[in-house]
């Protein structure tokens, strides 16, 4: 099933020029000079960002200038095109001479035609794209449809999407592809030792859970993604002042970018034997509340001093890797929203990468750039571990310090996970504070199309986009 934003060969399609303000007239030269002035006359001088309409016979749209940065400018935007949904109006376009990268393009177009009308009615104009010559549609089709699945989730609001519903969403993925999906929920997580995703989660009238989906061939390469899912996080006792709770419905976004690169990798068809967990949980504030000070047993048997139980988002994460890491998986990769450190460190575009292999982390800041879904890496830097010591468990959980608090939340994780060949865990922001081409403000799952071009270089048959 084709992306419904686009479409096949069209003669009647408008032909959109990518322009720069150095060669403009000559792309528009073609429709001719009475065009040329006209789009003069509406000020149009092929600024980045800027669109001319130049009409045709019998007032019919001949052609549409569009404005971006050359591909070696600083403001230079692989995504520009992901404004024109906003900026066309309704009919059937096609991309004509001067686009860098066809296929990020096409990509960035179907990225900004999504809307969140979950509560409103659809915004309903229909603002279409010919696949362009040499780009995979159905590929960019099937990302594009996973990306708005993972924005979806992060959008709807924590009344609408608990625990449960991050389950239902898992089991509806699961269904879609042929897949398992097994779920340990409420006290049962006490009977199977997840004991800290139930310690944090049990405050919650929504129960806590740990959904486990596998997927592909068992003798294939094991390749395990793990997701935060913190339906809501109000910051446990250690409760959150208002302006940083407001946004806590996306504390499941590094659930939804799980769920989204799982979406593209089952879709894809990847040579891979794939398995997502995500613990789902909401952190709540009630009598039965965990609480700074507390001792928790964990699946790996460490026994872990809470600090501050706004620091929740490691403790789940922690049970569900000791448990990716008991089968000795191939590639552990894990996204989480964390911490404000990371944030403050890297802004929200840019989520910090930690992990040993440097082959790892080389291939995926390379793959980033390439994608437009970039990571950098940050260090997991040994000598920090001391802000972790407890005077009376085997580990703390955050330290008291206030520093490197991104990269002692790596550390932490890190000390769940032995056996596995590679792990990876990416402190995402999960959200685009203000919008962008391609990027409407709101949820999104980032590095699920990053995880997506690494399993395909790694291990896929490979095609163009
Ligand atoms: N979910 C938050 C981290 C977060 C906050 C991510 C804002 C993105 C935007 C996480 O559970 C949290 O509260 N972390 C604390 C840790 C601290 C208590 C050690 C933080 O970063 O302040
Ligand atoms: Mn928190
Ligand atoms: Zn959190």
């Known amino acids: ?100 990268d066809a296929g990020l393009a096409t990509l960035a177009f179907l990225l900004g035609s999504y809307r969140f009308d979950r509560y409103r009615k659809p915004g309903g104009k229909a603002v279409r794209l010919v696949v362009p010559d040499g780009v995979d549609g159905e590929k960019a089709g099937r990302i594009a449809e996973a990306v708005a699945f993972g924005r979806d989730l992060i959008n709807t609001p924590a009344n609408d999407l608990g625990p449960q519903e991050i389950e239902d969403a898992a089991r509806a993925l699961a269904s879609d592809f042929g897949a398992a999906c097994e779920v340990t929920a409420g006290d049962a997580l006490l009977a199977a030792n997840f004991p800290m995703i139930h310690a944090v989660g049990r405050a919650s009238t929504r129960p806590p859970r740990l959904i486990d989906l596998r997927w592909g061939d068992p003798g294939a390469p094991k390749i395990t993604l793990i997701g935060k899912g ?13 302006s940083a709770m407001r946004l806590m419905k996306k504390d499941m976004g590094g659930a939804a970018t799980a769920l989204s690169a799982a979406r593209m990798i089952m879709g894809a068809g990847l040579p891979v034997r794939l398995r997502v967990l995500v613990p789902a949980v909401e952190n709540a504030i009630s009598g039965s509340a965990f609480r700074p000070g507390d001792v928790l047993p964990s699946r790996k048997g460490l026994t872990v001093e809470i600090e501050n139980t706004d620091a929740e988002g490691r403790l789940i994460l922690a049970d569900a890797l000791a448990l990716a890491d008991e089968e000795e998986p191939d590639l552990v990769l894990q996204f989480a929203t964390l ?66 608090g991104s990269i002692t939340a790596a550390l932490f994780l890190k000390r769940f996970v032995e056996k596995a060949k590679a792990y990876a865990h990416f402190d995402v922001y999960g959200w685009v504070p203000s919008a962008r081409p391609g990027r409407p403000e709101g949820g999104e799952p980032q590095v699920a199309r990053l995880v997506l071009a690494l399993l395909e270089e790694r291990f896929g048959r490979k095609a163009p986009l």
């Open 1 to 100: 099933m084709p992306h419904p934003v686009l479409s096949g060969p069209s003669a009647d399609a408008v032909p959109v020029f990518t322009v720069t303000p150095d060669d403009w007239e000559s792309h528009a030269e073609p429709l001719g000079a009475e065009a040329v002035a006209f789009a003069r006359a509406q000020g149009f001088a092929g600024k980045a960002g800027t669109l001319a309409m130049v009409p045709g016979r019998g007032g019919r749209l001949a052609g549409v200038l569009f404005g971006c940065e050359p591909a070696d400018a600083p403001g230079f935007d692989p995504f520009a095109h992901g404004r024109l949904p906003g900026l066309l109006p309704e009919g059937v376009y096609r991309l004509s001479g001067g686009v860098h």
């Open 339 to 404: 911490t404000g450190a990371a944030r403050v460190a890297l802004g929200p575009d840019l989520p910090p990468l930690f992990t040993e292999d440097d082959a790892l982390a080389a291939d995926l800041m390379r793959l980033g750039l390439a994608v437009n879904d970039p990571v950098w890496r940050l260090p997991l830097w040994k000598p920090y571990a001391r802000m972790l010591d407890s005077k009376i468990a085997d580990i703390d959980h955050s330290g008291t310090g206030g520093f490197a």
């Open 230 to 242: 913190v339906a809501f996080d109000t910051g446990g006792l250690d409760i959150k002042p208002a």
